[in-house]
């Protein structure tokens, strides 16, 4: 058996491909670089990443006024006459563009650009050695990979069946048949998948018997929003697929707080058609089964580059940080005076499970602000923040920004802790106010819990930094910041609870 998501965390609109006995997934990545995350599989269920596709600016450029949410959409990888390809649109600069590469590890090389409409682009070549590239809203272009250039189309090839935002397109060649799969519904609680198909990828589509072919819609299944899916056929024949989903938590409406996670379920074919679903939390496992060693849940900051979970909004300077400047410890040089606007100095990692524990060693150094930040964008974020031999607590929702809690620290290294849970929310203590006043329940999705040395300074309502609140396609990101001076992380551990 397996659990879903077989990706936790902010990794939505997967797309995989198959090499053999290997399979290699990306995500949308949006304003965070580098860009878009690729890992690796022997059985579709244990997945390690492997680097980033677009890890240098040659390759990905935001400009410093690119939204939340902006920058990277739903890219597609494929595998063709030995090479990788990789397509997706930059919403912020430039528009579509195709990046290949010898080895999924990189290195990927610099963009070609392409004019064609809307995002969510695909690649599928049929035998003749022809490219075919679909977009959202279901229009198909042929293409040349190489040159970026458009052959023939774009036209429209199927309507899909009345939801809003057609999107997602995939083609596949299926024992004659080419199949159109593809998203509608928009990506939240609507989110649903439909299927076409056609003897050319000209069309004309006609749509399968039963449409959607997988939806969560109007359920009360804890697998919400599922959609944007891609097809792989195993090394063993059986098939499957990837698909993005949430899973909301607290009172009505829900509020969903570690993004659209990556999910996988089997597929059947009955009658030339794919039937697919529903999404469980758990499944019977592929044939094979390859767990890879479990990631440290410590870095000690020891290599001469950042591990590639380590994410930042926009851009990353290579004056804003350091790991030789002082060898084991990640030095954070401020960049931008508040996490309220873009333009700062972080380095984070997505959150990946709704219980977990965050804990930091910071050395604050002379005339520094520093500290550890829940983020969802610039107007909501949770900061853990260290100055002036104090702790505190700022919660930024909104356009409110507050001061919740204090404490006074003492000179030198301190421990910076954020506990996040779905239960056992702690009493009231002496140390530092509780999330909401005595005798009322906790109505959001957890509770977020802020200590420096031991020392609780408040616990807060996880439901001001969710999606449902911030709105956008991202999830909760927790990481290390300056916003004055410098400051220096010796280590910084995540632990599942």
């Not at 290699?24 to 690729?38: A, D, K, M, N, Q």
């Not at 075919?132 to 042929?142: I, L, M, T």
């Not at 829940?374 to 505190?392: K, P």
């Amino acid at each position: 058996m397996y659990d879903n998501p077989v990706i936790g965390g902010f990794h939505p609109d997967p797309s995989v491909c198959r090499v053999g006995e290997d399979y290699y997934l990306v995500c949308s990545s949006f304003e965070y670089v580098p860009g878009v995350p690729i890992f690796h599989s022997r059985d579709l269920v244990h997945w390690r990443q492997i680097g980033n596709v677009l890890d240098r600016p040659s390759q990905l450029s935001l400009p410093a006024e690119a939204s939340a949410s902006g920058g990277i959409y739903a890219p597609t990888i494929r595998h063709h006459d030995g090479r990788f390809y990789l397509i997706t649109t930059n919403v912020d600069g430039g528009g579509t563009f195709i990046v290949t590469a010898d080895r999924p590890q990189g290195p990927w090389s610099d963009p070609v650009w392409i004019d064609l409409p809307g995002v969510d682009p695909d690649l599928a070549w049929d035998e003749d050695g022809s490219c075919w590239s679909a977009v959202s809203g279901n229009q198909v272009a042929r293409i040349d990979p190489e040159e970026g250039k458009v052959l023939e189309g774009p036209y429209p090839i199927w309507s899909g069946t009345g939801g809003k935002y057609p999107e997602a397109p995939h083609l596949y060649q299926v024992d004659g048949w080419w199949y159109l799969l593809m998203s509608e519904g928009g990506t939240e609680r609507g989110h649903a998948v439909s299927i076409a198909r056609a003897r050319s990828p000209r069309g004309p589509f006609e749509p399968g018997p039963v449409n959607p072919i997988l939806t969560h819609r109007g359920t009360a299944r804890p697998i919400q929003s599922t959609g944007h899916a891609d097809l792989v056929q195993a090394a063993d024949g059986s098939w499957w697929m990837v698909l993005l989903g949430t899973r909301p938590r607290g009172h009505s409406p829900d509020f969903h707080v570690l993004g659209r996670e990556t999910f996988l379920i089997p597929v059947t074919w009955v009658d030339g058609w794919p039937v697919a679903g529903p999404v469980e939390e758990r499944l019977p496992a592929p044939a094979a089964w390859h767990p890879f060693p479990e990631a440290p849940a410590r870095d000690d900051f020891d290599d001469e580059t950042p591990a590639p979970c380590w994410v930042s909004p926009r851009s990353r300077p290579d004056g804003s940080w350091s790991l030789t400047e002082r060898p084991g410890w990640l030095t954070l040089h401020a960049t931008g005076p508040t996490l309220d606007r873009p333009g700062h100095t972080f380095i984070g990692r997505r959150q990946q499970h709704h219980d977990c524990r965050v804990t930091a060693r910071l050395d604050p150094g002379p005339s520094s602000r520093a500290g550890l930040s829940v983020r969802m964008d610039e107007a909501h974020h949770y900061d853990l923040e260290v100055s002036d031999g104090q702790a505190r607590l700022i919660a930024r929702i909104g356009p409110l920004r507050q001061c919740v809690a204090q404490h006074p620290v003492p000179p030198g290294p301190l421990t910076l802790a954020i506990d996040i849970r779905t239960r056992d929310i702690l009493p009231p203590t002496a140390t530092g106010p509780v999330a909401g006043p005595v005798g009322v329940e906790a109505r959001g999705p957890d509770t977020i819990a802020f200590s420096a040395n031991d020392v609780l300074l408040a616990e807060l309502d996880g439901r001001y930094v969710s999606t449902e609140v911030a709105t956008g396609f991202t999830g909760r990101v927790i990481g290390m910041y300056a916003t004055e001076g410098s400051a220096a992380f010796d280590w910084f551990t995540y632990d599942a609870a």
